[in-house]
């Protein structure tokens, strides 16, 4: 019976693992398509001053207050930024309202208001 109860664990980590693979694939395919709520991607809302602007690198820094979603005290870092359009109200000394979306260490800004 041991031996019986053995196989059937190997068996069953064996599913687990399937199951979250599958779910990476799903993922990868929502990376190219318009942000819905299935991404898991959390979007964190933050309000900071505009420091300095990137345009070349899609790159911004923001002294902004801290994020409670995201556990952040208040900093100057640099964001990426994820539409070119985006830099419109980016600007150098504006103080902005922006949505971030923090994936893989890297923050993106994803709006700005
Ligand atoms: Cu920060």
Sequence with gaps: MKTLHASILILS???AT???HADDMSGMDMQNKPMTNQTQEKIHHAIG???KVDMVNNRV???HEPVASLHWPAMTMSFA???KKLFDQLTEGKKVEFDIVQTGGVATIVSVK
């Design 81 to 83: 930024v994820k539409d």
């Design 18 to 20: 399937g199951l979250a």
């Design 13 to 15: 980590s064996f599913t």
């Design 61 to 63: 820094t923001i002294a």
């Design 49 to 51: 001053v505009v420091k």
